[in-house]
């Protein structure tokens, strides 16, 4: 008797496609129902990281984020197995520059733990 196994691969296009579209559901749906993000900043140092815990969380926090008069372009993506690493690159109306790089476990194809570091211009 033989067994199959398949592994479902993380889809960086559809990353790629809701970034550019600030689609927090198509983002969302890249995300486990109980993912966890960490995010590092400037208001949030690595010792007390923003945590973002939940499905609900990660809506609102994707949400606020696609709300805003800002574009976002994923720059460079890299999946192996269960980790995915990616950075973006993304620009206000007024010209400020932010940009994040994510490093992620990756579970069933979707994102189940994500650590963040974003800085921006000024």
């Keep these: ?18 970034l550019a579209a600030r689609d927090a559901s198509a983002v969302l749906a890249l995300y486990t129902d109980d993912a966890v993000i960490e995010l590092v900043d400037a208001r949030n140092t690595p010792s007390a990281p923003a945590r973002i815990e939940g499905r609900e ?26 980790t ?19 490093m992620a476990e990756l579970r069933d194809g979707r994102i189940a733990r994500e650590v963040g570091v974003q800085a921006w211009d000024g």
């Excluded at 008797?1 to 889809?11: L, W």
């Excluded at 574009?71 to 197995?81: M, N, P, S």
């Excluded at 950075?87 to 994040?100: E, I, L, M, Q, S």
Aim: proline fraction near 0%; hydrophobic fraction near 35%; aromatic fraction near 6%.
């Design 1 to 18: 008797m033989s067994t199959t196994s398949t592994t479902t691969r993380f889809d960086a296009e559809a990353l790629r496609r809701g």
């Design 57 to 82: 969380a990660i809506r609102a926090h994707l949400e606020d984020v696609f709300g805003r008069d800002l574009t976002h372009e994923l720059d460079l993506v890299a999946v192996d197995g269960d």
């Design 84 to 102: 995915l690493g990616y950075a973006t690159r993304c620009r206000y109306a007024d010209g400020t520059n932010v940009r994040c790089s994510s």
